[in-house]
């Protein structure tokens, strides 16, 4: 559970809760750069497909910030700093999973 102490070599060591946020940041950055690489690749191609993802990736931008907002202001991200880093990972994370998914999907 987070914010219990660990028992190290007889000593009680506390946990840190912050480990896992910045964990979750660093891998939520790398499956972003691999989104970001299969976008770029396919605005590269060209065509009718590459103008409706950049106008779809602009789009969703706009769209998950505003989520994110609203649910700050109404509170859906918790009372802690903790939770709120935690909430607006899992957001964005869900976000950039359905990209991968749908790019992928379309090799």
């Given amino acids: 559970m ?14 840190n809760p912050w480990l ?7 891998a939520l950055g790398m499956e972003t750069a691999y989104v970001m690489t ?9 065509g009718d497909a ?3 993802e950049a106008k779809r990736m602009i789009n ?12 700050a ?7 802690t700093p ?3 880093a935690s909430k607006t990972l899992t957001h964005y994370r869900r976000k950039v999973q359905a990209n991968r998914r ?3 999907s379309r090799k």
Avoid at 38 to 46: D, H, Q, V
Avoid at 60 to 71: C, F, P
Avoid at 73 to 79: D, E, H, N, P
Wanted: charged fraction near 20%; avoid cysteine.
């Fill in 2 to 15: 987070i914010g219990e102490p660990i028992r190290r070599f007889g000593a009680i060591i506390p946990r």
């Fill in 20 to 26: 896992h946020i910045g964990f979750d940041a660093w």
């Fill in 38 to 46: 299969l976008r770029t690749l396919k605005i590269a191609g060209g």
């Fill in 50 to 52: 590459a103008g409706a």
């Fill in 60 to 71: 969703e931008k706009i769209e998950a910030g505003l989520a994110l907002q609203s649910l």
């Fill in 73 to 79: 202001m109404t509170g859906g991200l918790g009372a």
């Fill in 82 to 84: 903790y939770s709120a």
């Fill in 102 to 104: 749908r790019l992928v």
